[in-house]
């Protein structure tokens, strides 16, 4: 009887494979994947640069504005720049532990991502529902506190799940067939049994992403009935005009990733795996793209700073000359 020991069973590293059956066609992807990447660094720092430094933009709703700017940089950070690496250079290779780290962060901001935009939704419920009381119920004591108890809840959750990862052993071959190391995906090399990686997995998406859709959907319909009492249908649109940045947002963020979570239970054999990956990469690219350019567009109160920090830069360039 051979008895393998922990160095037979853990490998020193994997090989992300990119996205299977499009190898010659990594550098064309990489393209909209580099673009899309710089637009959300230069758009999200841009975002934290105007709330930070913006008296007008000192208000809890573009606090949690900031906290999901911050969470889509580390979101996609912790993705794509090993994804070009693999496009451009074939860099291919990570250490086990490197995968365990870059998986933490990955589960991480998705889950504080999803709360996020449900504390976003409590917001604009409180902003609406409750006006006169806006400021005395959303302190910055208690932003602080709901912003951390969601990101505990995040770290918390996942933690257990990449230490049902890191026990497992490996034995059937350290290619991973993703741009990077999603936990499924690791734990399908293992020869052991990773039923406590499905349930645990599919428990934590139900705590974490099936309570906060459940609090954003109460919040909107508490906010649509609120809404619709008012007498003045200028009134009414002013007020679902607040929520149609956070609506966008919630779009992009959770069709993907509602996606990328029946692909894993019920699609693997019917969609082919690249369609997956692809749509795995966008489910974390997507969101940190588009919520700039959705809050610069839509937010009266940013798109006047960006026009007052342009108009300002013109007229010291036109006095210094």
């Known amino acids: 009887m051979i008895i393998l020991n922990e160095t037979d069973v ?65 979101m996609c950070s912790s993705t794509i720049p090993k994804a070009l690496c693999i496009f451009w250079f074939h860099l291919k290779k990570i250490g086990f532990e490197e995968c365990l780290v870059q998986m933490f962060f990955i589960h991480t901001f998705t889950g504080m991502e999803s709360g996020v935009l449900m504390l976003m939704a ?98 909107y319909t508490m906010i649509l009935r609120a809404v619709v009492s008012l007498s003045s249908a200028d009134a009414r649109q002013k007020a679902f005009s607040t929520c149609t940045a956070h609506i966008c947002a919630i779009v992009f963020s959770y069709s993907p990733a509602f996606f990328c979570f029946f692909f894993n239970r019920f699609g693997s054999r019917t969609i082919p795996p690249s369609c997956h990956i692809i749509v795995a990469n966008i489910y974390l690219l997507l969101p940190p793209t588009m919520n700039p350019i959705v809050y610069g567009v839509k937010t009266k109160q940013i798109r006047d700073c960006i026009i007052k920090i342009f108009s300002d830069s013109k007229n010291i360039k036109s006095h210094s000359t």
């Not at 064309?28 to 999200?44: D, E, K, L, Q, T």
């Not at 709330?51 to 940089?73: G, K, P, V």
């Not at 902003?127 to 912003?147: D, E, F, H, M, Q």
């Open 10 to 74: 853990t490998p020193a590293s994997f090989i992300l494979n990119g996205i299977p059956g499009l190898e010659d066609m990594h550098m064309w992807i990489s393209f909209p994947f580099c673009s899309m990447y710089i637009v959300a660094m230069v758009g999200n720092c841009g975002l934290l640069y105007l709330i930070c430094y913006e008296d007008s933009l000192h208000r809890s709703m573009y606090y949690f504005l900031a906290m999901l700017s911050l969470t889509d940089l580390v």
């Open 122 to 219: 409590l917001d604009r419920y409180v902003a609406i529902c409750y006006p006169l009381r806006y400021s005395t119920i959303l302190t910055n004591s208690v932003i602080a506190k709901v912003g951390l108890a969601t990101f505990l809840r995040a770290v918390l959750l996942i933690i257990p799940l990449i230490f049902f990862t890191k026990r497992l052993p490996y034995c059937k071959g350290n290619i991973i067939h993703h741009t990077y190391c999603d936990q499924l995906s690791v734990a399908k090399l293992s020869c052991g049994n990773i039923k406590a990686n499905v349930i645990y997995g599919l428990i934590a998406a139900l705590l974490i992403g099936g309570f906060d859709i459940l609090c954003i959907t109460i919040s």
